[in-house]
Structure formats: C-alpha cells, structure tokens
C-alpha cells in the first residue's frame, strides 16, 4: 500500500499543478486578466485533486477506507456522467479541452483502481459507503457556501447546486421544466448518491464474486 500512497500523492500534486495552469490560462489568456468564478476549482470532479494529496497524511486506516470508497463511487461517477454531456468540457482553448478530458478519463481510472485496491485489502461494509456519503454531503455544504459567499462577486455554481442558476445537468433540466429549478436541484443531488449507490452495489458483487477467496491482509 505504500506505493499506492505514494502514487495518489505525487498523482494529486500533478493534477494541483495542471489546475493551477488552467486557472492562469483561463484567467489571462481567455479571460483577459478577468478570473471567472465560474471556473473554480470545487466541483465534484475537482474533490479527488484535493483528496489525492491529503491521502497519505490519513493516519487512520478507516479514513483511508472512506476516501477510496468516494472515489470508486462518487468519483468514478462524475468521470462516467461527464460523457453524456461534454458540452462543459469544451473550452476556448483547445489545450483546456483536451485538459478537460483527460481529467475525467483520469477520474475513472482513478476510481477503477481505488476500488481494487479497497476490494483487495478490506471488506466493503454499508457503513463505509454511508460515510462516503457523508464526505459527499460535506462537500455540498462548502459547494453551497462558496455559492452564497462569492455570488455578490460573480456567476459561481459550484456543485450545479446554485438556486440562482437553472439546473442544466443533463435529464434533470427536465425535471426542472416540470417541477421547478428546486426540484430539479433536489433531484440531481438525489441522483447522484442512488448512481454512487449503485456502483458501490457492483463492488460489493464483484468483491462476493472474484474476491471471495483473497486474505484481507493489509494493515496500511
């Protein structure tokens, strides 16, 4: 697990200094010295470049658990859905397109190989998805209070959760035609944890399936 350790961090640090270089690029190059708060790096698909870098100063190996897991779920998901709608992936700049992409493609693989690693080394549990979860719900409480705090500043949707902005998110702008931006919102968040569900479930299959057998050995 040390080489995983190692991996994750030198691999967070890397996508820290890609993200800062979109930053400046965004800021000085598209955006003429003007930084667009809409570029903020505090998406879902911008939590494993933060909790990349912090995974090896995790002292407990419990805490350990609980970010591999967000990552073959929540994680893996926002690489997987990003692919139904790239509009939002497409920059003025081409080298921030193909940035974007690699990024999320990154995210998948990224995700992939949490969940071995998590599948070889410990027993899934429901509490370790729940506690995913809870992290997830962290996350949208600082994506909500960066959205209320730098509003008066400039357009910032952190999560798609800003009230302020229509939910665009593909097949829950339909909810929002229907039922109202709310909803729609509610809906999103919703559907989020039920795909990080989902995909924790086709863990938890393959682990009984393929990882019947292997000795749970890994101490970290």
């Given at each position: ?44 698909c911008s939590i494993p470049m933060y909790l990349l870098t912090l995974y090896r100063y995790l002292k407990s190996s419990y805490a350990r658990q609980i ?57 899934l549990s429901i509490r370790l998805f729940l506690y995913a979860s809870l992290l997830y719900g962290v996350c949208c409480l600082i994506a909500s209070f ?75």
């Amino acid at each position: 697990m040390k080489k995983a350790e190692s991996f994750f961090f030198y691999l967070g640090c890397a996508m820290l200094a890609s993200e800062i270089i979109k930053q400046l690029l965004l800021t000085f190059v598209a955006g003429g010295g003007h930084y667009d708060w809409w570029y903020f790096p505090f998406q879902l698909c911008s939590i494993p470049m933060y909790l990349l870098t912090l995974y090896r100063y995790l002292k407990s190996s419990y805490a350990r658990q609980i970010v591999l897991t967000f990552f073959m779920t929540y994680s893996l998901l926002g690489g997987i859905a990003v692919f139904f709608d790239t509009s939002g992936m497409h920059y003025s700049l081409a080298v921030l397109t193909v940035h974007s992409y690699l990024w999320h493609v990154l995210l998948i693989a990224v995700g992939a190989f949490s969940g071995i690693i998590l599948l070889r080394n410990a027993r899934l549990s429901i509490r370790l998805f729940l506690y995913a979860s809870l992290l997830y719900g962290v996350c949208c409480l600082i994506a909500s209070f960066l959205n209320w705090s730098i509003s008066p500043f400039g357009d910032i949707n952190m999560f798609y959760i800003n009230p302020v902005f229509r939910m665009n998110q593909v097949f829950f702008r339909r909810i929002t035609d229907h039922f109202g931006n709310f909803a729609g919102i509610a809906g999103y968040l919703t559907g989020t944890v039920l795909g990080a569900s989902v995909l924790y479930l086709l863990w938890n299959t393959v682990q009984r399936t393929w990882f019947r057998n292997t000795a749970f050995l890994s101490k970290e």
